[in-house]
């Protein structure tokens, strides 16, 4: 006996909920070839889709929905956040500008704004007079974003960015401490921002202040229940180098090889960094061989890895575990210990 509709997305609902997103993806584009225009499925799909790191496909399930949907809160909401999370700042920001318009009492379209201004600076090229109007258009959406929901944590974020392109690092330490104590609606920012703060923390040479925060991450990502596999391995993986270079406990060969399954997800979704996210695996797997025989190989292979960053780096702090500054740091300390031959 065939499932109805509203079954069928049920059980889709299911698998997802039970972490089993590729499982769902399928049953849902099955019902979405013989019911083309079943907006729950859409935008179910658009979540799957963005869960195991289709991006380019979330906002095309998200496009499908703002077609049928055009003036629907949440379809807006989606559509410009999945076009943010894919670099399609100037998009992202005529859909959230619009949602602005019609639910001017909804905090989250202004903060999408303020963080396309933020992510436009790298991604649309800007700089001098246009690079100071993103940013204070950016601070601009912020203000609004307290004053319509000042409790919130999330803006607080935006705020610890804005310092951070200032080089006020404190402030920013600040401002993401604020943004865990108002609350986040996403268990992996909480994570992310906490390795962020790690990050800061050493940079200042705050080490226990780093070793606190970094302590906490490590914590919350032991804790991780959300179905986001992909991004968990990525946040501890991150974490765990933090640990070895900043706690002296050496990544053991067991992690190492816990990582493989989020690598061989990387490569069969075609994830925009999996040539860089493996080549940073394998810098880190042969560490050990360039320390000790202080090879030119393991600089070499490191500057390539940072110039394939160099200019790519959104601001961004949520969600892109793979592509934000603190790896990038990260990495730079790893350099100038090889370059020094400590």
């Known amino acids: 006996m065939s499932l109805s509709i509203s079954q069928t997305i049920q059980k889709a609902n299911e698998l997802f909920d039970d972490r089993r997103p ?10 979405l070839d013989e019911e083309p225009g079943n907006l ?5 799909l658009g979540e799957v889709y963005d869960t195991i790191g289709w991006l380019k496909e979330a906002v095309e399930q998200y496009e499908k929905a703002y077609e049928i949907m055009p003036d629907d809160r949440e379809v807006l909401y989606l559509l410009s956040e999945a076009c943010l999370m894919n670099y399609l700042t100037l998009r992202s920001r005529e859909i959230a500008g619009k949602g602005r318009e019609l639910f001017p009492d909804d905090f989250r379209f202004p903060m999408v704004i303020a963080d396309s201004y933020l992510w436009g600076l790298p991604v649309e090229g800007k700089e001098g007079k246009e690079a100071e109007e993103y940013i204070e258009g950016s601070g ?9 929901n000042p409790s919130n944590g999330e803006p607080y974020v935006i705020k610890a960015e804005l310092a951070l392109l200032k080089n006020d690092k404190r402030s920013a330490l600040d401002f993401f401490e604020k943004a865990l104590e108002g609350g986040l609606e996403l268990y992996s920012d909480q994570v992310d921002i906490s390795l962020c703060q790690s990050i800061l923390a050493f940079d200042i040479g705050d080490m226990d202040m780093g070793r606190k925060y970094l302590e906490r991450c490590l914590r919350l990502v032991d804790g991780w229940e959300e179905p986001h596999f992909l991004k968990l391995m990525l946040f501890r993986e991150h974490a765990l180098m933090l640990r070895e270079h900043f706690l002296g406990k050496p990544i053991t060969p067991d992690e190492i090889t816990s990582f493989i399954p989020a690598y061989e997800q990387l490569a069969d979704r075609g994830f925009k960094m999996q040539k860089i ?19 030119a190989e393991g600089i070499e292979k490191l500057k390539g890895i940072l110039d394939t960053f160099s200019g790519k780096l959104p601001l961004c702090i949520i969600f892109q575990s793979i592509k ?16 020094s031959g400590e």
């Open 40 to 44: 729950e499925a859409i935008l179910l």
């Open 140 to 148: 601009d959406a912020i203000d609004e974003c307290f004053r319509l």
């Open 22 to 31: 590729d499982e769902a993806r399928e049953v849902l584009e099955k019902l």
């Open 277 to 295: 996210s493996r080549e940073v695996r394998d810098f880190f797997i042969h560490l050990p061989e360039y320390r000790s025989r202080k090879q």
């Open 324 to 339: 934000k500054p603190s790896l990038n740091f990260l990495l730079n300390t790893y350099l100038k210990e090889l370059e």
